[in-house]
T-cell receptor
Framework: GNSVTQMEGPVTLSEEAFLTINCTYTATGYPSLFWYVQYPGEGLQLLLK?????DKGSNKGFEATYRKETTSFHLEKGSVQVSDSAVYFC?????????????FGSGTQLTVLP | KAGVTQTPRYLIKTRGQQVTLSCSPI?????VSWYQQTPGQGLQFLFE???????NKGNFPGRFSGRQFSNSRSEMNVSTLELGDSALYLC??????????????FGPGTRLLVL
């Protein structure tokens, strides 16, 4: 079946540091890939997505590139801010039966210190 | 456009009781999915509804059920609550014809505590 493996957390960085959160996936066919972010006490917010190989998703300074050859979708940001502190989830979407279904990684807690 | 709304936001129940959670999707979205989030198991898919029909179901016992109404609003029900059902229950909606859009938009969740 489908699976998503994320870098273990927690990750603690200083403000303005470079961020990488690794994500690899296992799936048959060609899934769509997503990063969601969850702030304390809230639901999931879509951060970015990519729907085919070599697509780059980007939003709010975050980027991730769909790499089919390495089955990866690593999240990067050049300069993190305290407000980026949250839990980040990598996910893939693929048809299961007649409907698309999201499969999530375990989440990576990011804390950014001032 | 208003986002996905879920009610109630917080709920406390005791073992053996049952609970009903509600979800209103983004206007125009006809697909609604439900997920359970716990510290131990992470995010797990419960089921998905489109046009009042359940199209997909995750690996949960029959105590977990759901339905969708003609206005696309959805409810999920958990009967005979167990301590392990304590979790954040998230609803997500997606649009497109046949609900085929791959992007799901999530609500704020309902936090259920079972005592």
């Amino acid at each position: 079946g489908n699976s998503v493996t994320q870098m273990e957390g927690p990750v603690t960085l200083s403000e303005e540091a470079f961020l990488t959160i690794n994500c690899t996936y296992t799936a048959t066919g060609y899934p769509s890939l997503f990063w969601y972010v969850q702030y304390p006490g809230e639901g999931l917010q879509l951060l970015l997505k990519a729907t085919k190989a070599d697509d780059k998703g980007s939003n709010k300074g975050f980027e991730a590139t769909y790499r089919k050859e390495t089955t990866s979708f690593h999240l990067e940001k050049g300069s993190v801010q305290v407000s980026d502190s949250a839990v980040y989830f990598c996910a893939l979407s693929q048809y299961s039966g007649s409907a698309r279904q999201l499969t999530f990684g375990s989440g990576t807690q990011l804390t950014v210190l001032p | 456009k208003a986002g996905v709304t879920q009610t109630p936001r917080y709920l406390i129940k005791t073992r053996g009781q049952q609970v009903t959670l509600s979800c209103s999707p983004i206007s125009g979205h006809r697909s609604v999915s439900w997920y359970q989030q716990t510290p131990g198991q992470g995010l797990q898919f419960l089921f998905e509804y489109f046009s009042e029909t359940q199209r997909n179901k995750g690996n949960f016992p029959g105590r977990f059920s759901g339905r969708q109404f003609s206005n696309s609003r959805s409810e999920m029900n958990v009967s005979t609550l167990e301590l392990g059902d304590s979790a954040l229950y998230l609803c997500a909606s997606s649009g497109g014809t046949s609900g085929s859009s791959e992007t799901q938009y999530f609500g704020p969740g309902t936090r259920l505590l079972v005592l």
